[in-house]
């Protein structure tokens, strides 16, 4: 399935590119597209594999806040 979601906190495209890096590691993440300008990542992900919930908290294990109810 593929998600958006909307993060802050980042400053900066070594940010984006620290957050991309991070979930295209993650086991069942197919692709992860992050947007510094939109504050986003657009992830493709295998959910049999790996959960939003994983996702969003591998977000926020390195230091960025995922926001809910855009
Ligand atoms: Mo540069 Mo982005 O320190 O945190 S990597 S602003």
């Known amino acids: ?3 958006k979601i909307k ?3 980042m400053r900066c495209a070594t940010c984006a590119n620290s957050i991309e890096k991070v979930l295209n590691k993650m086991e069942g993440v197919d692709k992860a597209v ?3 300008l939109d504050e986003s990542a657009t ?3 295998n959910p049999e594999k790996v959960s939003l919930e994983d996702i969003e908290n591998k977000i926020e294990s390195i230091g960025f806040k995922v926001v809910k109810n855009r």
Do not use: P, T, W
């Open 43 to 45: 992830v493709e992900f």
């Open 34 to 36: 992050v947007n510094l």
């Open 1 to 3: 399935m593929k998600v």
């Open 7 to 9: 993060i802050s906190g």
